[in-house]
């Protein structure tokens, strides 16, 4: 092989970019190609709490001194490992990638990733939602707009690629990650997602899917555990986010899951990652793994039989590269194809890919420069604004991740992902003269951050570091909320401790309010550190600690209490679904989350949230989601309810809202055809409020079981009082298809329900429609939406003007 050191033909264009590509791949060495295929997490720590699973049962990395003469694929984690400085992390971040140009042969720069699940994971960076707030919003645009905000921060400081965002569907809510998922519905979950993953691309980043595929699935909802999955769910509930994803929104990376089904781990599986990914939907971007995943080949499933074993059985499956740093996919590699036990044209193979992808990121290009756009006007034209020995001192500050637009993003979707779960009419509150503020959440300012976020992830391995971004306690935010009432907190309780010591003086001020607004819910952490977070399941869903004994004590003080959740799944709230005066449920909300809900209950915001997963009613009637078969749901043969006490898709408001005037265009429609319905949504209440159209397929007689029904669209509608709108939409029989007995998608002959409905428990219009023809087959390429257009419509009279609107694609 050559070792020509001279310089390659420089390339803008597209074609001139994949001639580069070639040539390198031509000039490099074996060590030079494997180096592009692996990451180096330079930062973590080798004593502190993990922060990815197994982290110190690895051996320590190689040092980049060590790695730079072969070159370097990827940089793991340069803002997410330790607390710096945006300003002096671009700057360290800049000064590395010099190194690692000036060290290796072909002057290539390293691709640097970083986690953005729940806003960039940076200190100082605006904290949002997580994404089961995302699906609780039911806004995919807002989710977009925040992702694209995201990708804007992450590109100005240097990074490429963000670990983001999760497509997993909730199967059970005792999993810890189920704040990181988008909900228990895939069609929920792949719209969201797909309109996260433009926003982040649409800046420049590579947005990753992970996992893929069967993650959430896990027996008991354990983590990195055994799960329990047939090829049908796989195919109908796991896979179709993914594949919508792949499809609409131009995602560049996929990370594999952690688990393995049927036996074959994924990281392992050929005919999933190269198969399905690539021959069949058409994915052209890098394969992943998460982080450790090649070497849990051998230690974790038993696979392999050594570290090259593991990084042949994942290359040859079709992962390009290991991160988070170097195990398999270095020296092991390399003596298994020393020995003949590994092709090198699998080690071409995805080297082609990573290069092509810094290709596209222009990181092979001739005019590359290691200067960030965020650093760009300190830099002037020869860099020596970034020298000296008061760089630091002149750079420190400089550089802000949570500018006020940000703010902005993240209390909209934090409003609007507020869920409104009960309420026997004390909300909104009425300027109470006194307000007990009671329970572990009500003065803890994390009590809004996921596990994935900055603050949790990594600051709290660092005390005394200042968060970085404002956290107003909900304590806080009452008190800005309603300046006129007197305001009394007590703790009454910790997060999950065993000690009800506190309950006595909880009760008492209880007893002299007028009303009681308790603040419960987790504490977000990693293994073990948290009640909710990955690494944190949970053995029920009843509320952690001594909360649900707190809650009842409080239901029996006489005074009104309204219940607050700021939480990382949904809990049983036993007597309270009943008794209390309301319930208000937000799913770690973000920075701006605690004026959210302290708005929703003021009634200055009028709430539009609705469930992305179910509530149970019973603390131990898991696994249950709403995508239940029949013999899921209630029955005389078995003395295990899982009827939840919320369904999903559940969401009230402080207005009402009236359906009527169905109309469909026919009754009939062929199996590869369309059917139009078209009804009247009319805001009957005193004030504007949003109301959210769910539509749902009901297949009563299929030739394999389906679930009762199951989200086939979604759209929200904007109303003032007294406002009306015809709500029309285009249904094509597509979304009628599942996987038949023989394995492949198909539409099938016969009745069907469409439900148009406020929740998966609130059908407000049904249209029987028949589906007639032959049995068709579908594929990757069938239809994935109902098309909605919403027509605001002046006069009842003007109403059947609009009946025949004309159609129009969907935004999302």
């Not at 072969?70 to 997410?80: A, E, S």
């Not at 195919?235 to 560049?252: K, N, Q, T, W």
């Not at 805001?683 to 086939?712: C, F, K, M």
């Amino acid at each position: 092989m050559t070792t020509d050191t001279r310089p390659l033909t420089p390339a803008f264009t597209p074609e001139q970019r994949a001639a580069r590509v070639e040539e390198l791949i031509s000039a490099m060495t074996l060590e030079e190609k494997a180096a592009q295929l692996y990451g180096l997490w330079a930062g973590a720590s080798a004593d502190g709490a993990e922060v990815a699973p197994h982290q110190h049962d690895m051996d320590a990395p190689p040092t980049l001194a060590e790695l730079l003469p072969h070159g370097l694929g990827q940089l793991t984690r340069p803002f997410g490992t330790v607390p710096v400085d945006p300003a002096l992390g671009a700057l360290s971040l800049m000064r590395t990638q010099e190194r690692i140009v000036a060290a290796s042969r072909f002057a290539i720069p390293a691709l640097a990733h970083d986690e953005c699940l729940a806003g960039f994971a940076a200190w100082g960076a605006t904290t949002y939602p997580v994404p089961l707030s995302w699906g609780a919003s039911f806004d995919p645009s807002l989710v977009g707009e925040m992702a694209a905000a995201i990708g804007r921060d992450m590109r100005a400081v240097g990074v490429h690629q963000g670990l983001a965002p999760v497509l997993d569907v909730v199967r059970d809510a005792r999993w810890g990650r189920v704040e990181e998922t988008i909900g228990e519905d895939p069609y929920l979950v792949g719209t969201t997602a797909t309109a996260y993953i433009r926003g982040l691309e649409s800046a420049g980043i590579v947005a990753t899917l992970k996992h893929f595929v069967g993650y959430s699935a896990s027996r008991a909802g354990r983590n990195l555990a055994p799960v329990g999955m047939g090829t049908r769910e796989r195919a109908d509930v796991m896979l179709p986010p993914f594949e919508m994803a792949v499809r609409e929104s131009g995602v560049r990376s996929v990370m594999h899951a952690y688990t393995d089904t049927d036996g074959v781990p994924c990281a392992a599986d050929e005919e999933l990652l190269t198969g399905l990914l690539r021959d069949t939907w058409g994915f052209e971007g890098t394969v992943v793994a998460d982080y450790f995943g090649i070497a849990f080949l051998k230690t974790l499933h038993g696979v392999a039989a050594d570290w090259g074993g593991a990084a042949g059985a994942a290359l040859s499956a079709g992962v390009d590269v290991e991160l988070p740093t170097v195990k398999t996919f270095g020296e092991p590699l390399r003596d298994a194809v020393a020995a003949g036990e590994l092709s090198e044209d699998l080690i071409d193979r995805a080297l082609r890919r990573v290069l092509t992808q810094k290709a596209q990121l222009g990181l092979l290009d001739p005019d590359w420069s290691p200067v960030p756009p965020a650093l760009a006007d300190f830099a002037g034209p020869d860099l020596s604004g970034l020298e000296g020995a008061d760089v630091l001192d002149r750079l420190r500050g400089t550089v802000s991740l949570d500018s006020s637009a940000h703010r902005d993003i993240a209390r909209r979707l934090a409003e609007r992902s507020v869920i409104l779960l009960s309420n026997d009419g004390s909300l909104p509150l009425e300027r109470p003269a006194k307000i007990a503020v009671v329970g572990p959440q009500a003065e803890t300012p994390m009590a809004v951050l996921g596990c994935y976020s900055f603050p949790v992830h990594v600051g709290s391995q660092h005390p005394g570091t200042p968060y970085g971004v404002e956290l107003p306690t909900l304590r806080e935010s009452l008190v800005a909320e309603f300046p006129d009432s007197e305001i009394v907190h007590v703790p009454g309780s910790d997060i999950d401790t065993a000690d009800t010591r506190g309950f006595a003086a909880a009760v008492s001020a209880a007893r002299e309010a007028d009303v009681v607004i308790v603040a419960l819910g987790d504490r977000a952490g990693l293994f073990g550190r948290g009640t909710s977070g990955e690494g944190c399941d949970a053995e029920s869903l009843e509320l952690p600690g001594v909360q649900q004994q707190l809650l009842e004590a409080l239901l029996d003080s006489g005074t009104p209490v309204v219940v607050t959740l700021l939480a990382g799944k949904p809990y049983a709230l036993g007597r309270a679904v009943e008794e209390a005066a309301a319930i208000v449920q937000s799913f770690f909300p973000g920075q701006e989350g605690t004026s959210a809900v302290a708005g929703v209950l003021s009634g200055r915001i009028n709430p539009s949230g609705r469930l992305p997963v179910s509530v149970p009613r019973l603390t131990g009637a898991q696994p249950s989601t709403y995508l239940a078969a029949r013999l899921g749901r209630r029955s005389e043969v078995s003395d295990i309810d899982p009827t939840p006490a919320f369904g999903f898709g559940h969401g009230l408001t402080y207005t009402s809202f009236d359906w009527s005037d169905l109309e469909t265009d026919s009754t009939q429609a062929p199996t590869d055809g369309a059917v139009d319905l078209s009804f009247t949504v009319r805001n009957t209440g005193p004030r504007t409020g949003v109301e959210v159209v769910q539509l749902y397929l009901h297949d009563p007689v299929a030739s394999v079981v389906q679930p009762v029904q199951r989200l086939i669209g979604y759209v929200r509608v904007p109303l003032e009082a007294g406002g009306l709108a015809r709500v029309a939409v285009t249904v094509p029989a597509d979304l009628a298809s599942f996987t038949g007995r023989a394995g492949h998608r198909i539409v099938e002959p016969g009745e069907l329900e469409l439900r148009l409905a406020a929740s998966s428990t609130d059908i407000r219009l049904t249209a029987g429609i028949t589906l007639t023809g032959p049995v068709r087959q579908v594929d990757h390429t069938r239809e994935l939406h109902a098309r909605f257009t919403v027509a605001a419509v002046a006069t009842v009279a003007a109403v059947a003007a609009v009946a025949a609107v004309g159609r129009e694609e969907p935004a999302i």
